[in-house]
């Protein structure tokens, strides 16, 4: 394993990796939630009325992906402010794993 010290990182570089956590987390979870309401479970309400059928299988996904865009924003954010003030004091340590460039492996 190796590391980085960097003394910063860009905003955008940590909002694409809060939205890529957000987005695999929370979508997945919402799509089974439509699934589950479209059987009859109450699993997703909406203006305090539960949502059944194929309008829980549209709207699972649908409020999914709007959760995980609301939680990128607010987390994104404060994770951005949380560095920004760690950056005042000392560099930021990241611990990567290299690409394998070993012959016949798959390069992006």
Known sequence: MNSLLVRRLRTGTL????ALGAFCAVVPVFILFGVLGSMGLATLTWNG???VGVRALVGGP???LLFALVLTAV???AVAFGLWIHAWFAPLRLDYEPLDTRAGSAQP
Do not use: Y
Request: charged share 10%.
């Open 15 to 18: 909002f694409r990796l809060v």
């Open 62 to 64: 649908l409020v999914g």
């Open 49 to 51: 009325q539960s949502v």
């Open 75 to 77: 987390a994104g954010t």
